[in-house]
């Protein structure tokens, strides 16, 4: 490894967790090699730092011949089940001279789709080696802790029929292609490839062995994956979630997320908390300006605390301006690891919200006084994939406030069925 001194004083990147995963990988062995795209502010630096999650620097990243090769500092420590994770040549010596049918699970399976593998691996007299793969951007019915639990109890139910299993959780991002979207022929390559690095002589899907999902007609989800969907995925009532209102400066969502708090704390029996922007910049993100990479943060920051409200059963309600989409679409996707995500779109006119502008911060952006001010200096991306879209404009905020809840309440989490609803 490379010593942590000879790194101080580098350039550091605190990069995305699918760039940590796949960093990992590589240099656990698992894959050969793997481009990672380097942020926009560091394409010329020589040498470049990669920190987890709280800053330790754990590889780098130097570019030799016109290519980038990372070398490693420190073990990671960061991730997801970390105390079970494997080497592939610690498992590969475990393997031995085996035969190995190594089985990749990303989602719930079958009992059929065990047994499947188990009765091809028995008639071959293979050793099954069965991969839990969880990984940023991978959508899954259970989060990362449940998939390996149901996975490490298949095995050993299998182990117990007779046939030799060995269970191993690795983090695989999930692949996409060059428009940012999930490329399915590539991410089963990738996903192939890291199985055979682990040891796998050839590889089964166990979720296309069959040709069903779980849940149909002849095809039960299997008793292991059945307890972590139960405990991962509470009925709506008792499921967190997070409201998350995005608009312009001015357009009423802090009005409407306070009065939609209220009305939730008094008329339901959730848990609520209120993440609102302008208190959030003073007692979460003081310090931060209003550059990009500044409200980017200061909206991570904010969808970091929903998560772990809605990881808790709680209502996260949230009212920043959030104006880039890429920000909004990472924040969705760390609360949906967790709970659920609703997105509220307050679509007021930017002339009423300039018209409203009792803190004359429209004025001083158009003066030139606030750069990169949303709406004027700096762009606001318009939502293409909101819930509920409110103009507040034409509706009251009680209005406002009923349309909320009234989707909140279709979607079953504000009361359980058979209980009265407000």
């Known amino acids: 490894m490379t010593a942590l001194g000879s790194v101080t004083g580098l350039p550091t990147w605190h990069p995305p967790r699918a760039v940590l995963e796949l960093a990992e990988l590589v240099l656990s062995g698992a894959l050969a090699d793997a481009p990672i795209e380097r942020p926009e502010e560091q394409t010329d630096a020589e040498t470049l730092v990669l920190e987890d999650a709280e800053g330790t620097p754990v590889a780098v990243l130097r570019r030799d011949e016109g ?246 059963g709680g209502v996260a309600i949230c009212a920043p301006i959030a104006p880039f989409a890429q920000t909004r679409a990472q924040v969705r996707a760390d609360v949906e690891e967790v709970g659920d995500f609703v997105l509220i779109h307050v679509s007021t006119p930017l002339a009423e919200c300039e018209r409203r502008d009792r803190k004359g911060l429209y004025a001083q952006a158009r003066a030139g006084l606030i750069a990169e001010f949303t709406g004027i200096s700096s762009p606001y991306e318009v939502p293409t994939d909101a819930d509920l879209r409110l103009d507040t404009s034409r509706l009251e905020v009680a209005d406002a406030v009923k349309a909320v809840w009234e989707l909140l309440d279709e979607r079953g989490y504000l009361s359980a069925s058979g209980e009265p609803k407000v």
Not at 155 to 167: D, L
Not at 172 to 197: K, M, N, Q, W
């Open 67 to 312: 290519e980038d090769r990372l070398a490693p500092v420190r073990a990671f420590t960061q991730g997801p089940v970390r105390a079970a994770r494997r080497t592939p040549a610690a498992v590969r010596e475990e393997l031995g001279e085996a035969d190995v049918l190594a089985v990749p699970v990303t989602s719930v399976l079958s009992t059929a789709g065990v047994e499947a593998v188990r009765a091809r691996a028995a008639a071959a007299g293979q050793t099954v080696l069965w991969l839990a793969v969880f990984g940023a951007g991978r959508p899954s019915a259970l989060p990362p802790a449940g998939l390996w639990r149901a996975v490490r109890d298949v095995a050993e139910e299998v182990a117990a029929g007779g046939v030799p299993s060995v269970a191993v959780p690795v983090a695989v991002p999930l692949s996409a292609g060059p428009d940012g979207g999930a490329d399915p022929a590539a991410d089963a390559a990738l996903i192939e490839t890291v199985a055979r690095a682990y040891g796998g002589s050839s590889v089964c899907r166990p979720h296309e062995s069959n040709g069903e999902s779980p849940g149909t007609t002849g095809s039960e989800i299997h008793p292991a994956f059945a307890r972590e969907r139960d405990r991962a995925v509470p009925p709506p009532h008792r499921r967190g979630v997070t409201v998350f209102f995005t608009g312009l400066s001015g357009s009423g969502k802090s009005t409407v997320a306070k009065a939609l708090a209220e009305a939730l704390a008094e008329h339901s029996r959730r848990t609520v908390s209120l993440l609102d922007g302008d208190e959030v910049r003073r007692m979460l993100s003081a310090g931060l300006g209003f550059s990009r990479a500044d409200r980017d943060l200061n909206i991570r920051r904010i969808g970091f605390v929903a998560a772990e409200v809605s990881r808790h």
